[in-house]
């Protein structure tokens, strides 16, 4: 699979040093609030979320959301879905929102307007990539592990047509794999 790669953009060193960080932030933001509710965007922030929260010195509860962005082409669609719900009550509780990538940021958008709706005392956003020539909103997060070319990438949760996940790095897909006449 890495020979489907044209470059690593981030190593598994330095994404594991960003996320000890990012834990270490959001620890520190978090210290006076008490428990920590965290909603992590499945299944592109799986591998993030799973490592990040081992990083995160607070009492936390943790759902998952699957929202449908992709679907299988290299750009975001113009609606994305909302396929799952949460069984977690956010009402009065600190929310901290885990995707995977902000590239247009229409479904963080629209994630976080959804949780605004269920009440939280606070709601912030943590993403592990952001794309900023290809925002399309107003919204910027509150916590980024990095801020990225805008390149097509997978690994380390993130995918194309849901191959690519299980990379212990983060790298750009070569062109001629993003579009396989069959998997391999």
Not at 38 to 44: F, H, M, P, Q
Not at 138 to 165: K, N, Q, W
Request: contains cysteine; aromatic residues 6%.
């Amino acid at each position: 699979m890495l020979d489907d790669l044209h470059s690593v953009l981030v190593t598994q060193p330095v994404l594991q040093k960003r996320v000890e960080e990012l834990g270490r932030e959001i620890s520190e933001k978090y210290r006076d609030t008490g428990e920590l509710t965290v909603v992590a965007i499945i299944n592109g922030a799986i591998v993030f979320a799973a490592d990040l929260i081992r990083h995160i010195d607070l009492p936390l509860r943790l759902d998952c959301l699957r929202v449908s962005s992709y679907r299988d082409d290299t750009k975001p669609v113009s609606s994305p879905e909302i396929i799952d719900k949460l069984r977690l009550d956010l009402k009065d509780r600190h929310v901290l929102l885990i995707d995977d990538i902000m590239d247009t940021g229409r479904t963080s958008e629209q994630v976080l307007e959804m949780l605004r709706q269920m009440g939280p005392a606070s709601l912030r956003l943590c993403v592990l990539l952001e794309k900023r020539g290809r925002r399309e909103v107003d919204l910027e997060p509150d916590f980024v592990g990095f801020s990225i070319p805008d390149d097509f990438v997978v690994g380390y949760g993130l995918d194309f047509a849901e191959h690519y996940r299980n990379l212990p790095c983060i790298g750009v897909l070569r062109p001629e794999a993003q579009n396989p006449p069959e998997w391999r």
